[in-house]
């Protein structure tokens, strides 16, 4: 019932639950249940991760603003690619030891910036948009990034990344895995 107040659209109601569990418990059991667990966790009830940021980056990352008309419209140009790359990055980050205390935001935006360099979007590698959205330069991307980077380099034969690199070559992925070559001059880090 918590997850589904944090992650549905339609929330699920008490009786409903009361209902599924053929009348185990009653509907006063589970607002109680609820109650404690919430309590107990201080409603501390979600974490927020790298994906979330990505999310939001993306979104920044695809929006451009019009100058061709008085209002400045913004479009949105969704690049299914760069999203699975990102997506791929982040994966991989996930395995990287020396980033399990780094930001969240941080780690979400260095995978939007590699990605964009991958994939090569057609514009800069990361703008003032960009800046502006993540709360993030390029000289405090540029440690993160070439560590992502470098580990991307080495996956050849590492036991732990073998299912990452099989899911993200499939089509669904748009075969990210396979395209992650790049050089470090390419990245253009300061």
Known sequence: MIAA???????????????FTDSACTTNEICSMEMQICMTLHF???NVT???FLDHFLDA???HISRDNDRGDATVRYNPKLHAMALFVIDTSLLIPSLVDVKESLIAASALYLSRAIVGVNEVIWNEQLVYHTGYSVEKLSE?????HNFLQNVEG?????????????????????????????LKLL
Request: with cysteine; net charge positive; glycine share 0%.
């Open 144 to 148: 993160i990034v070439s560590l992502v």
């Open 50 to 52: 790298s994906f979330h």
């Open 5 to 19: 107040k944090l992650h549905e659209v339609k929330r699920i109601r008490a009786v409903d639950i009361a209902f």
């Open 158 to 186: 590492n036991e732990n990344m073998k299912a990452i690199l099989k899911k993200y070559n499939s089509s669904d992925y748009h075969h990210v895995s396979q395209k992650v070559s790049i050089l470090s001059c390419d």
């Open 44 to 46: 501390d009830l979600q």
């Open 61 to 63: 990352s695809f929006t």
